[in-house]
């Protein structure tokens, strides 16, 4: 009949029947050359992680399929892993642990029907978020989350993981206006990203010449948008700073650390979105212009300046890429979109 229900954990279900199920769901990471702490877990620690929630199982058929555990905000004392970073601590978010769905189930709608019913619980609980912490290569499980709405907030390097993990992060009261917002910053990520990975392609020659842009060559583009993200609006939008600084200066000269630092400054307003206020979002910006100019803007609108800056000037390095022979990435909007309607 193939029915699946999600229900809470019942008497009947072992803890060996959990542990074996997260052993399972995590292998292929293993495989991959990414040791996962969940492919070797103790039947003991399952039950403790347990203990700790409320867990939930998908059930497929009187076959258990897929499981998750929501926990409340870290204490001390209890997890001291996930309490080394704060937002896994605060007391309005619920944190998912223990997210495993079968093998053989996946890309069936298990993951999604657990997720949805711990945001369900959550908000009965009166959480206003749900985070969870993934590994960085299990890319499936980043596009799954994503496509639910999301966002990569911290990436963490824990002790003893050759990669690094992601906490991701959902807002259950998000106003139109904040999920207006949130879109373009999210495409403004990948759109960064689609960008960089064509212009990782080039050769040193073509990435250092001087080929009629604005800020003259790509290398020079990208350290502009570099300096427009992280040294102007980022400090005018989280700390009221205004600092003075050439829109020419050259803030990174490698090429390799510019593209990087570039991912993580376009990475911040994701973040930042999740903390302001919905206050912060109708209200203004005030700040000096380059020019020492004082100016003071509505402040949304002002941040969709910001991620229109990013589209002007991808769209000057893509003509710059096609004019010098190169494969130019699609970076409509549409694209992201599809991307993600994909993965449903």
């Not at 605060?90 to 709608?109: E, K, L, N, S, W």
């Not at 657990?114 to 499980?141: K, N």
């Amino acid at each position: 009949m193939n029915r699946l229900q999600v229900r809470a954990l019942a008497a009947r279900d072992s803890m060996e029947m959990l542990t074996a199920l997260l052993h399972r769901a995590y292998e292929p990471l293993r495989s991959q050359g990414f040791p996962e702490i969940f492919t070797n877990q103790a039947v003991e620690a399952t039950r403790r992680c347990v203990a700790q929630g409320h867990c939930l199982v998908a059930e497929r058929d009187g076959a258990v399929v897929g499981t998750v555990t929501l926990c409340g905000p870290h204490e001390s004392g209890i997890d001291d892993f996930a309490g080394a970073d704060p937002w896994l601590r605060g007391p309005d978010t619920a944190r998912i642990v223990h997210f495993a769905v079968d093998p053989q189930q996946q890309g069936g709608g298990v993951g999604r029907r657990l997720l949805q019913a711990s945001e369900a619980l959550s908000r009965d609980q009166s959480y206003r978020r749900l985070a969870i912490e993934i590994a960085e290569p299990g890319t499936g499980l980043r596009a799954m989350f994503r496509h639910q709405g999301y966002v990569q907030v911290a990436q963490v390097q824990r002790p003893g993981r050759p990669y690094r993990t992601l906490i991701l992060l959902k807002t259950f009261d998000r106003s139109p206006l904040r999920e207006q917002l949130q879109l373009m910053a999210r495409y403004h990520l990948w759109a960064t990203r689609q960008l960089l990975r064509a212009v990782d392609a080039l050769p040193e020659a073509d990435y250092r010449r001087d080929v009629g842009l604005f800020f003259k060559s790509v290398h020079g583009t990208l350290n502009h948008m570099l300096l427009a993200e992280d040294r102007l609006w980022v400090p005018r939008f989280k700390l009221g700073q205004s600092p003075s600084i050439a829109l020419d200066t050259e803030v990174e000269p490698d090429r390799a650390a510019l593209h990087s630092a570039l991912v993580e400054a376009v990475l911040a307003w994701l973040m930042l979105l999740e903390e302001w206020p919905e206050a912060r979002l109708h209200g203004s910006l005030a700040y000096h212009r380059s020019d020492g100019l004082a100016c003071e803007l509505p402040f949304a609108p002002t941040l969709m300046h910001v991620f229109n800056h990013g589209t002007h000037h991808r769209g000057q390095v893509t003509a710059a890429i096609t004019a010098m022979g190169g494969q130019a990435p699609e970076l409509d909007l549409v694209r992201m979109l599809q991307e993600q309607r994909s993965l449903d």
